[in-house]
């Protein structure tokens, strides 16, 4: 399979920033070009196919408002070799299959129609249009158009420049550039030039730069997860391993024995089930003892337990009703937080917020094996799944991306082989542009489910990201 990256050029044509532009203005190959919104915005593009066997699609082009990408048209052959294209608009992927053959007439129009008055973006392709409204098109905003070009070799040594014959982009005007106009536009590009050259040394070197964090940092989810939001306070810290911090904020965890800390971890996560009895205790920590020997060994530990605890802030560790429970009135237990969290009646978008918040610094005390705790485990990824799979089932995923990449975080967290978070990175990638890390991603992905379940995953690229998760 042949890997190609998509970069589009930082070259723009500063002709656009002048109040009074042309009537047609026409962007050379791999670049792009901002337009003030008027009426209309009328774009065309001429490209030849022909037989590709690439794994991924081409970006044909794109519009853009500020940072944040409006439309892009990508071109992928699939398994049969018939040419489908893909529209994204906003957080949607609409698939578009011309009834044309591309290899015997290889020249295809494909035209795109801007409108403020309705907000209406409608893109033809040889013999099939479509009309897509609600996009947010305004009068007066500036829009950017992007031709992309391939940045690597294709394995037939072909590049996209290849296909991205001609672009033509018209803002439907009928004014006229007067001598001072052509002035200012040839000052201007000469400015354009000068900046080109600076950006373009910038960006080959970022480049290089963002491939080898890429190559570093991309693992299942193709993103550094945030550093950990762990409490360093008076607090106990259980998801992505055991920490804890006194009221000076003093890491005091190497003050924990194995097996102080092992009763002391039971007591924490017996808790939630209001405590734990003394036989429960003798069974799995002092199972070879007889019952004095086990009550002597529990009265010296939760001696030892109470010193470090101290030290951590106010708490109750007590026998209640023939169970040991532990109560904590100003020390921070993620775990407890958690429980909280998933008992809550109602759970809105502050709990998920905050239980993503704790999951995604890591699974529960990925270090401890004891037996007992396997269970625990489980319930912590049980819950966290079907909690975040709910909640976002009832989201509007177009108003929320961010949470729900938070979202994907924390499944891939409990489970890095869940298709759903899958499918929300790689929709959130696509949004904001990010193809590569996309791509990457589900690359990555259908290797790792290959390895662990022995079968191919059998939803292809273009079916993650344009199916509605």
């Not at 295809?108 to 801007?114: L, S």
């Not at 990824?381 to 994907?408: G, R, V, W």
């Not at 991603?441 to 662990?452: P, T, V």
Request: aromatic share 12%.
């Amino acid at each position: 399979m042949t890997k190609r990256m998509y970069a589009p050029c930082m070259f723009t044509m500063m002709a656009f920033l002048i109040s009074q532009v042309t009537s047609a203005d026409s962007i050379p190959v791999k670049d792009s070009g901002s337009i003030t919104l008027k009426e209309k915005i009328h774009i065309r593009v001429g490209a030849s196919f022909s037989g590709n066997d690439a794994s991924f699609p081409l970006i044909i082009f794109g519009v853009s408002r500020g940072q944040g990408n409006v439309v892009t048209l990508l071109a992928d052959y699939g398994s049969d070799t018939t040419l489908v294209f893909f529209l994204t608009a906003g957080r949607t992927v609409h698939k578009i299959t011309p009834g044309y053959n591309f290899n015997s007439k290889p020249y295809p129009g494909i035209q795109a129609t801007i409108s403020s008055s309705p907000d209406l973006f409608q893109l033809t392709i040889a013999d099939t249009t479509i009309s897509l409204r609600g996009l947010g098109f305004r009068r007066g905003e500036r829009y950017t158009v992007s031709v992309y070009q391939e940045s690597e070799r294709t394995s037939d040594n072909r590049n996209e420049n290849d296909i991205i014959n001609s672009v033509y982009v018209s803002d439907g005007a009928s004014d006229r550039m007067n001598y001072t106009e052509i002035f200012l536009l040839l000052m201007l590009v000469v400015a354009d030039i000068v900046f080109f050259l600076i950006m373009h040394l910038r960006n080959k070197y970022l480049q290089r730069k963002n491939k080898q964090d890429q190559a570093l940092s991309i693992l299942i989810r193709n993103e550094k997860i945030s550093e950990k939001t762990e409490m360093k306070i008076s607090s106990v810290n259980m998801f992505g391993g055991f920490k804890i911090y006194n009221k000076n904020g003093d890491e005091v965890t190497s003050a924990f024995s194995p097996m102080l800390k092992e009763l002391f971890l039971l007591l924490v996560c017996k808790q939630p089930d209001e405590g734990i009895t003394s036989s429960a205790l003798k069974d799995i920590l002092w199972f070879d003892k007889n019952e004095d020997s086990a009550r002597n060994n529990r009265s010296v530990y939760f001696a030892k337990l109470r010193q470090i605890l101290d030290t951590l802030g106010v708490y109750l560790l007590a026998n209640r009703s023939g169970k040991w429970v532990i109560d904590f009135e100003d020390i921070y237990v993620d775990y407890l937080e958690y429980n909280k969290i998933i008992r809550s009646e109602t759970i809105g978008e502050a709990d998920v917020t905050k239980l993503v918040s704790i999951v995604r610094n890591g699974s529960l005390l990925p270090e401890c094996t004891y037996s007992w705790l396997d269970d625990v485990k489980a319930k912590v990824a049980d819950f966290t799944i079907t909690i975040l799979s709910d909640y976002s089932d009832q989201l509007d995923k177009k108003l929320h991306p961010e949470l729900l990449n938070s979202i994907a975080d924390a499944l891939f967290t409990v489970d890095p082989l869940n298709d759903l978070a899958l499918a929300f990175k790689c929709r959130y990638y696509t949004g904001m542009g990010k193809v590569f890390l996309s791509k990457q991603l589900y690359s990555n992905y259908i290797r790792d489910y290959k390895n662990n379940y022995g079968e191919e995953y059998t939803k292809s690229y273009m079916d993650v990201i344009s199916e509605q998760p």
